[in-house]
T-cell receptor
Framework: GEDVEQSLFLSVREGDSSVINCTYT??????LYWYKQEPGAGLQLLTY?????DMKQDQRLTVLLNKKDKHLSLRIADTQTGDSAIYFC????????????FGQGTTLQVKP | GAGVSQSPSNKVTEKGKDVELRCDPI?????LYWYRQRLGQGLEFLIY????????KSGLPSDRFSAERTGESVSTLTIQRTQQEDSAVYLC?????????????FGPGTRLTVL
């Protein structure tokens, strides 16, 4: 079945880079996503990557996709305290409904 | 512009009672999704609507859960005879269409607590 795994916690210093990793099982995934969830706020789409790409850059965010290993990562450059949140990796499953399969989330703690 | 709204924001109920959760999607979005987020967990897919039809109900955990959508707009998720394990945040999302990449916009969720 479809499954997405993430490490649960990451702590970095302000100004450092953060790398959040994710693995997934569905080799027919078409799109992979990174969402951000802040306390008291809804889920916010940060970025996504189509499965035929291996990298996507958007300002401070870099997404790397290794389709062979089914590994996705999100790099945040120059991490700020405002980046502290829970980050969810999600894949669009093999059905054509657009439903998303989420990982359990990585809590990013940014220390000043 | 208005985003996805959900009501109530919080619901506390007693075990065995029925609850109804409401979602108002973004106007014009034909696809609507319900997800459940248990404490400390990721989101679990429950059901997908395209228009008023639900072609994918595969995530509904039991027959106590049902959902409907009317007017290609508002959706209601109903949980009958609630159990303590139903306690979670229930999130609704809508998108312009269901297939391919269409950004899903999430509502703030309804936090359900079953005592």
């Amino acid at each position: 079945g479809e499954d997405v795994e993430q490490s649960l916690f990451l702590s970095v210093r302000e100004g450092d880079s953060s790398v959040i990793n994710c693995t997934y099982t569905d080799s027919s995934s078409t799109y992979l996503y990174w969402y951000k969830q802040e306390p008291g706020a809804g889920l916010q789409l940060l970025t996504y990557i189509f499965s035929n790409m291996d990298m996507k850059q958007d300002q401070r965010l870099t997404v790397l996709l290794n389709k062979k290993d089914k590994h996705l990562s999100l790099r945040i450059a120059d991490t700020q305290t405002g980046d502290s949140a829970i980050y969810f990796c999600a894949e669009m499953g093999s059905s054509n409904t657009g439903k998303l399969i989420f990982g359990q989330g990585t809590t990013l703690q940014v220390k000043p | 512009g208005a985003g996805v709204s959900q009501s109530p924001s919080n619901k506390v109920t007693e075990k065995g009672k029925d609850v109804e959760l409401r979602c108002d999607p973004i106007s014009g979005h034909t696809a609507l999704y319900w997800y459940r987020q248990r404490l400390g967990q990721g989101l679990e897919f429950l059901i997908y609507f395209q228009g008023n039809s639900a072609p994918d109900k595969s995530g509904l955990p039991s027959d106590r859960f049902s959902a409907e959508r009317t007017g290609e707009s508002v959706s209601t998720l109903t949980i009958q005879r609630t159990q303590q394990e139903d306690s979670a945040v229930y999130l609704c999302a809508s998108s312009f269409a269901g297939q391919g990449h269409n950004e899903q916009f999430f509502g703030p969720g309804t936090r359900l607590t079953v005592l």
